[in-house]
């Protein structure tokens, strides 16, 4: 029972990994393009500018995702959050802030898989 546990926990990790990067290389794609109508006329420079942006939605959704699946690289250069109650209580202290309903657990995916 515990084998399929664990890898089911793996599972959900590739899943939530695979949906990180797909999304982020979509988004950041799209603002390349955005940027590269915006700025540039030549075509060339247009498609560079879509590439430089998927190459940073790769680039960003490698390093979330070596995080998740723990690994000892140095793919961040933030360090690990220290414990899980100093993240929560932050969360909370903005959630009063802004006038949000601090019981209220919406925290992101990876953030719960970790």
Known sequence: MEKK???NDVDTKW???LDLTARRVVYSSLGGAFAGLLFFRSPVTRWASIAFGAGIGIGSAYADCSRLFGSSSSATLLPPPKSSSSSSSGCRRV???WGINPNIDDGFLIQELL
């Open 95 to 97: 959630r009063e802030a």
């Open 15 to 17: 899943d939530a990994c």
């Open 5 to 7: 546990k664990k890898s």
